[in-house]
């Protein structure tokens, strides 16, 4: 114990007082091991610091892996091949500026790479082109070291200045940019400067603690290309510092990739990677079945049963925030009563719907956008469960002792129909009467502006939201009183205070105490109910292994390989 | 006859453009916008704005459709792309998978009906008619997934996809049609045979027909010189309407067997509000569309003197 102890005081020595906190944390416990990691890299703290952190504090023993990682490592690795991914058809060009779905997701980061990687599989930020980044004492500067000797597929140097573009391009509210999501309010381009060729400084709208998630493969657009590149016909190029460079990319049909010679680590195993793409998850699933393909980049349990239930087939599950809404108009009889919002809540069965909907592949959630992927939630705040006693007792406080009827808008896209139709039956063991209105996305998003749209505008309205890796988005734009996706229209000043507070904490433990101060205040308002966060699916044959899956449509293939 | 060709394709000129006017509009109409399309829905509406600007959507409606008509087919907004490769491989696919659709189904279509026509009311011709009429009410996508987990995943005979590999030959490419041609050739069959079946038996009927037996003639040369000929007139008129569903209509077939065709480019140009590419494959189903019928009704005349005589009328 004394030499861990001596081992732990040498590698304290140079760090930050944040970075100590953290130390302090883990030492008493206040934060598991797992948490420590997590938070340890969102603060910049390497990997290798981070384990002889946690080897010193003496639980070096512990496995790193979770299930999903186990699960992907199986096989002997085998040097070449080609290897077969059914992946979803790129909706639009896959233009790394506009890239917003499944399948362009996808074939960005074949060869396009972050400044740091968002591991599904560690629940950690872990370096890619940044070797180590830090804030300073507020969190509003954070200044990113860039891993040297790196190169573009085309053989030029990556440096400072291409970073300084692509960020400045992404953060540009007169761009086209899918990424201004997430830099809206956070990062202008102005903000982005080099300070040499190795080191790039965000200066930042306001303090951020969870600014390194922005630049992350979190914010999926933010891959880092050449200065100068015309993002519009990057597709014809694929130019990006990844592992493979592009073989050949057929519009709707498929693409291939080959290793990059250039590439800053290790050589991939395989030979070539050989991409088709499918309009749907059915004939996907077929060709795993038909050997047609050997894996399949991103799948949902629905449809699903045949290769879930095969021991046939390596799935690899991946924890993740993709999650459903069901927001109420607050500003609308009967919702204005948040006992009635309440009482819609407390119908809700969450461990039927994750298993009937979700073949079990999810986890349980509480009426707040705090979830299990998120070290800072607050285990203490206790989850709700169905009770329609409850529900019918609130429903008669608030002066609708025999319910009310009322229409729930909502959109085709996996599961969530049938969401609809459990929230629906559930809502009716309270007196509730709710009539669906499920169109395609099209017609429920409209225009995606308050007034033109069934998602916004509804006085229910159920919809999706993808995997994030900090809860910020999930807090600000559906909740907040200048939120641009408050379907809800829940206008609170406390909250708004509240989470402008949790934004700009770098502290864990200040965070955590916030957040359990928001989850406590969104139960009793309740103007969203959550069901359930969904875990992420990839699926291979047994003789695939290494690879490196998000829950956000990513593939990682450079230490995949197939055995004969 | 080529006054009766060049009246056709007056008329067709004429059907297209105001086919091209009114799937414009209706793209107008439409809810949403392509950048939000391209940008999904949750894309910031600043990114949405540049967007659509970028792509000329935000221009008044006779502006688009005269930059449409003065730069066709264009370029996509989806794909930001030349549409001409687009569209030309896609079309390229979709006529090959008709082409050995037709070529399964029509001597079998007719074969059919011919034999229960000869055999009307005996248990081949209500075999031949009960298997008809119960294959035209299973969907595509049920028997293309029986199809696919007997064939392909079971016994391991053929392809799941259709897609062959590239640079693969005829005859292998021909084997990744054979699974997705079953689907169409077990929806049509039911039909072409129904028509054929009772064009037959109406030619049997006839007063021509009669008289050929009466003055002696063996039944099989008549059947071939005289029923054939005339009993095939319907059958014609529907193997030509069903080329617009199986160029163009074929989604659910292309979506389960892996198979870009122009169905899926226009079902997808629809949902992304592509309208540069929907108005293309639109006008390119109906050029198709248009042809086939006017090689119908010219076959049609070839079959049928009385036609030819009157359209030269």
Known sequence: MSRGNSELDRLRDGRTELENHYIDELVSGRLSRRDFLRRGSVIGMSAPLLGAIVAACGSSSKSTSSSGAASTSSAPATKGGTLRIASVTPAAAVNPLTVSDAGGLTMLNQTGEFLIFDSNIKLQLQPMLALSWSPNTDGSVWTFKLRPNVKFSNGAAMTSADVVYTMQQLSDPKNASNALSAFGGVLMPSGVKAIDPLTVQFTLEAPNGNFPYAVSSDNYNAIIVPKGTDFGSWQSTFIGTGAFKLGSYTTNVGATFVPNPNYWGPQPL???????????????????????????????????????????????????????????????????????????????????????????????????????????????????????????????????????????????????????QVIQQDAAKAGITIKLNITN???????????????????????????????????????????????ARFHNKEYDGLVKQYVAALDLTAQRTIAGKIQRLLLQETPVVYPYWIDGLTASTPNVSGLNPTSIAQLYLNTASKSA | ?????????????????????????????????????????????????????????????????????????????????????????????????????????????????????LNAGKPIDRTISIVGQSMLTVPEFVSGIVLIVVFSVELGWLPVSATAPTGSGFFTSLKYLILPVIPLVMVLFGYIARMARVGTIEALESDYARTAIL???????????????????????????????????????????????????????????????????????????????????????????????????
């Open chain 2, 1 to 117: 006859m080529a006054r009766f060709i060049l009246k056709r394709l007056g008329l067709a000129l004429i059907t297209l453009w105001l086919l091209s006017v009114i799937v414009f509009v209706l793209g107008q109409v439409l809810p949403s916008d392509p950048g939000r399309s391209i940008l999904g829905p949750l894309a910031a509406p600043s990114a949405v704005h540049a967007l659509d600007h970028q792509l000329g959507v935000d221009k008044p409606i006779l502006t688009q459709y005269w930059h449409w008509i003065t730069h066709f087919p264009g370029t996509s907004y989806q794909y930001q792309a030349p549409i001409g490769p687009i569209l030309t491989s896609a079309l390229g696919r979709s006529l090959k998978l008709a082409i050995f659709a037709f070529v399964i189904l029509v001597p079998l279509g007719i074969i059919g009906g011919v034999v229960s026509a």
């Open chain 1, 441 to 487: 996305q099209t017609l429920y998003y409209g225009k995606s502006t308050y007034g033109n749209s069934n998602w916004l505008d509804g006085t229910m309205s159920l919809v999706d939201y993808g995997d994030r890796g900090s809860p910020n988005v999930y807090l600000t734009a559906p909740l907040t009183t200048t939120g641009t996706w408050n379907a």
């Open chain 1, 270 to 420: 395989l030979s070539m990677t050989s991409f088709k793409f499918y309009s749907s998850q059915a004939p996907m699933i077929l060709a795993l079945q038909g050997n047609d393909v050997d894996v399949i980049a991103q799948f949902t349990p629905a449809g699903a049963a045949a290769i879930l239930n095969s021991p046939q087939y390596k799935i690899i599950k991946l924890p993740s925030a993709n999650h459903r809404e069901l927001s109420m108009r607050n500003d609308i009889a009967p919702f204005t009563d948040p006992r009635v919002r309440q009482a819609v809540a407390y119908t809700l069965d969450r461990p039927g719907a994750v298993a009937a909907l979700l073949s079990g592949d999810g986890t349980v959630a509480n009426d707040y956008p705090f979830g299990p992927r998120f070290p800072s939630t607050d285990p203490t705040v206790p989850q709700r469960t169905q009770n329609i006693a409850m529900a019918k007792q609130l429903l008669a406080a608030a002066g609708h002792p025999n319910g009310f009827s009322t229409t729930l808008d909502s959109e085709i896209y996996e599961e969530i129909p049938e969401l609809a």
């Open chain 2, 215 to 313: 003055k002696g003639l063996p039944r099989g040369v008549m059947i071939r010189r005289h029923v054939l000929r005339n009993s095939l007139l319907p059958t014609i008129t529907v193997v030509a309407t069903q080329t617009g569903y199986l160029i163009g209509g074929l989604v659910v077939v292309e979506t389960l067997f892996r198979y870009n065709g122009i169905g899926l480019l226009t079902y997808n140009a629809a949902n992304q509000h592509d309208i540069p590419m929907l108005e293309a494959c639109v006008l390119t189903i109906g050029v198709v569309y248009m042809v086939v019928t006017l090689v119908a009704d010219i076959a049609f005349s070839l079959l049928n003197p009385r036609i030819r005589l009157k359209a030269a009328e």
